[in-house]
């Protein structure tokens, strides 16, 4: 369960996209597709306390299995990125592909001042831009200890194509969150969700959104749908389900060692009436900076994304390919990344 921009389709299963991911103070690294600027090292899991703390917001419900699949590209890209400071870094992105946009983009990231934790700091601004004037943009503030809010648009052509706005409010054992997708007072246009996600136990989370839409291409003009969810987490797994009027959303991330980590996914999709199961895996091996994963489902596709930093050079090698057994179609790609 996501988020769903209020666009010219009618809305999919999920709600609204997720946002990137917050970068952190002092190491801050460009925002990629499928790429890491550093391997990450596994240590020893710790999926839950035994006192009962913030769920997170639901829209990272599913988290931890998705963390485990691989995001694929396609074609070669290079990517050189400089921090002048521990709050201000930029980035130059060189793109050659037959699916996505080919082409340079410059991106920027500033970290403010106002230091939250050890890990976090704010207001944190981001994005990149090419030489047409395509923007992306984010914005991400905290006020106070409890409601952070994010800003997200894109400008392509001259015209805003997405632009949204989340709140979450965070309690102590429970994560509240507003979000308003592409609001246009001129063409009747606007998306809302209310999420809430609540800490029952250690180990168990309840929660559920509720959605509206309205558009004019919708029958009636406006659409409105309401799904439940829920997270067990154990010492070396999780759990994860969804349910609503859209389908059926299951999966299960299992820590299987410091190298091996792997997931398990179920999406079902009641309007277009099909089903798909997947199996993700992800291998660590920390001495020598080596990141593979995997993915297989049922539609014939079989993935994976290969990341290797080359020490001590500040250098990072990625290999992606995803190749469907039924359309008999493969995808390659390579990137380079300087850091």
Request: glycine share 10%.
């Amino acid at each position: 369960m996501g988020n769903v921009l209020a666009s010219s389709q009618p809305p999919p299963k999920d709600c609204f996209p997720n946002l990137p991911p917050l970068p952190p103070i002092g190491d801050v690294k460009p925002e990629t597709v499928g790429l890491t600027a550093e391997t990450p090292i596994i240590t020893e899991p710790k999926l839950y306390n035994d006192k009962i703390e913030n769920p997170g917001p639901m829209e990272d419900l599913h988290k931890k299995c998705k963390d485990v699949y691989p995001v694929n590209f396609e074609g070669a890209r290079v990517l050189l990125s400089r921090g002048f400071s521990s709050h201000f870094q930029v980035n130059h992105t060189l793109n050659l592909s037959s699916v996505t946009p080919s082409g340079y983009r410059f991106g920027a990231t500033f970290i403010g001042p106002n230091e939250v934790s050890n890990t976090e700091s704010y207001p944190i601004l981001y994005g990149d831009v090419d030489p047409s004037g395509n923007l992306n943009a984010n914005i991400i503030n905290q006020f106070g200890k409890r409601l952070r809010s994010r800003f997200h648009t894109q400008i392509q052509g001259g015209k805003y194509m997405v632009s949204q706005i989340v709140s979450d409010y965070r309690g102590s054992d429970y994560t509240a969150s507003l979000s308003v997708g592409n609001p246009d007072i001129f063409n009747d246009t606007v998306l809302l969700a209310g999420q809430y996600l609540q800490s029952v136990t250690p180990q168990l989370a309840l929660g559920a959104e509720i959605a509206y839409q309205r558009a004019p291409h919708i029958p009636g003009n406006q659409l409105a749908f309401l799904s439940v969810g829920a997270r067990y987490t154990g010492s070396d797994y999780s759990c994860s389900g969804t349910i609503g009027g859209n389908g059926l959303h299951l999966c299960l991330y299992q820590y299987a060692s410091e190298q091996l980590q792997f997931g398990v996914e179920l999406e079902t999709n009641v309007r277009l009436q099909e089903s798909v199961a997947s199996i993700g895996y992800q291998i660590d091996i920390p001495r020598s900076e080596f990141v593979f994963k995997g993915l297989v489902d049922t539609n014939g596709n079989v993935g994976a994304v290969l990341e290797k930093k080359i020490l001590p050079l500040p250098f990072t090698f990625a290999l992606s390919g995803l190749i469907n057994h039924n359309k008999n179609n493969f995808k390659l790609g390579v990137a380079f990344i300087i850091a």
